[in-house]
């Protein structure tokens, strides 16, 4: 049983590695209150396929971006494609994923299996790709979705000196300390909790959003990745070929009920709270 209907704020369900179990992943989704997804496309090649997911499942909330990861492969008309893109969208889109990454260019091993094939695209380009996206959010009026990895100064000093949406923007899976929190909130920010952080050694983060502001509070799953501990699977998924473990969108109840806990919340006053926040910056029921 689920206390209320849900929202995964961040997942990619056109990740290439939920292909061959995406019938499978639809149909344990419908047994859901799921409300709403926000779906996010990563670079040009899979803009496409998140409009098509919207079209085809009405709780999808299609969002368009370039990540950081995808920034060193980008065609030189990226710009131009993503606005196109974002024209032809259908209402309620968000911009996203978008962001800043100094641990991939500074502390990623060399052979990383997630980075395989990517040219690692460094700060000094990385930075005005972002605020360009950042003000094209703004001019807009979306809401953004932001990825972050070592780069919370950056990310912070382009936050202030540019233009936000007005609306605010997601730190998804947000990694930060307490302290950056109250400055990123107070710019307009909204943080999601990822399963992820249920696993034993992400003690620091569960710190984190125990006491973060109760109305600018989120979920999400990021499936495929970032899976929740083994204990707290209730719909597994077969892993990659490398055995690394995928993660099955359907695990959003239990990143609900996990932040619950953290909290000290009944489940039903969460489910709440995350509807009106959600409402409020995505503008979708």
Same mark, same amino acid.
Request: glycine fraction near 6%; charged fraction near 20%.
């Given at each position: 049983?689920?206390?209320?209907? !849900?929202?995964?704020?961040?997942?990619?369900?056109?990740?290439?590695?939920?292909?061959?179990?995406?019938?499978?992943?639809?149909?344990?989704? $419908?047994?859901?209150?799921?409300?709403?997804?926000?779906?996010?496309? $990563?670079? /040009?090649?899979?803009?496409?396929?998140?409009?098509?997911?919207?079209?085809?499942?009405?709780?999808?909330?299609? @969002?368009?971006?370039?990540?950081?990861?995808?920034?060193?492969?980008? @065609?030189?008309?990226?710009?131009?494609?993503?606005?196109?893109?974002?024209?032809?969208?259908?209402?309620?889109?968000?911009?996203?994923?978008?962001? !800043?990454?100094?641990?991939?260019?500074?502390?990623?091993?060399?052979?990383?299996? *997630?980075?395989?094939?990517?040219?690692?695209?460094?700060?000094?380009?990385?930075?005005?790709?972002?605020?360009?996206?950042? &003000?094209?959010?703004?001019?807009?009026?979306?809401?953004? $979705?932001?990825?972050?990895?070592?780069?919370?100064?950056?990310? +912070?000093?382009?936050?202030? $000196?540019?233009?936000?949406?007005?609306?605010?923007?997601?730190?998804?899976?947000?990694?930060? @300390?307490? /302290?950056?929190?109250?400055?990123?909130?107070?710019?307009?920010?909204?943080? @999601?909790?990822?399963?992820?952080?249920?696993?034993?050694?992400?003690?620091? *983060?569960? /710190?984190?959003?125990?006491?973060?502001?109760?109305?600018?509070?989120?979920?999400?799953?990021?499936?495929?990745?970032?899976?929740?501990?083994?204990?707290?699977?209730?719909?597994?998924?077969?892993?990659?070929?490398?055995?690394?473990?995928?993660?099955?969108?359907?695990? +959003?109840?239990?990143?609900?009920?996990?932040?619950?806990?953290?909290?000290?919340?009944?489940?039903?006053?969460? &489910?709440?709270?995350?509807?009106?926040?959600?409402?409020? !910056?995505?503008?979708?029921?």
């Amino acid at each position: 049983m689920h206390p209320g209907p !849900l929202y995964d704020a961040h997942n990619h369900l056109q990740d290439a590695w939920l292909t061959p179990q995406r019938d499978r992943v639809f149909a344990d989704l $419908t047994t859901l209150p799921l409300r709403r997804a926000v779906v996010n496309g $990563t670079c /040009e090649a899979d803009w496409h396929d998140v409009t098509q997911l919207a079209k085809a499942h009405a709780f999808i909330l299609p @969002s368009y971006g370039l990540h950081p990861w995808n920034l060193g492969n980008a @065609s030189p008309n990226w710009r131009p494609h993503l606005q196109q893109v974002l024209d032809a969208a259908p209402p309620h889109i968000g911009l996203g994923e978008i962001g !800043l990454d100094r641990w991939m260019v500074k502390s990623a091993r060399p052979d990383d299996s *997630r980075l395989a094939g990517l040219r690692r695209a460094p700060m000094e380009e990385q930075l005005p790709a972002f605020a360009w996206q950042l &003000a094209l959010a703004a001019e807009r009026n979306l809401p953004a $979705t932001v990825h972050c990895l070592d780069a919370w100064g950056p990310l +912070i000093d382009s936050l202030r $000196t540019g233009p936000r949406p007005e609306r605010g923007f997601l730190l998804h899976a947000y990694s930060g @300390s307490k /302290e950056m929190a109250r400055e990123f909130a107070a710019l307009g920010a909204y943080f @999601s909790f990822n399963g992820y952080f249920l696993h034993e050694r992400q003690a620091a *983060r569960r /710190e984190v959003f125990a006491h973060l502001p109760a109305d600018r509070l989120l979920v999400e799953t990021d499936a495929p990745a970032m899976p929740l501990p083994p204990d707290k699977v209730a719909y597994p998924l077969p892993g990659l070929a490398d055995g690394n473990p995928l993660n099955h969108p359907a695990n +959003i109840g239990a990143v609900y009920q996990g932040l619950a806990t953290i909290r000290e919340m009944e489940p039903a006053a969460l &489910a709440h709270q995350v509807e009106q926040n959600f409402r409020r !910056l995505f503008g979708a029921r």
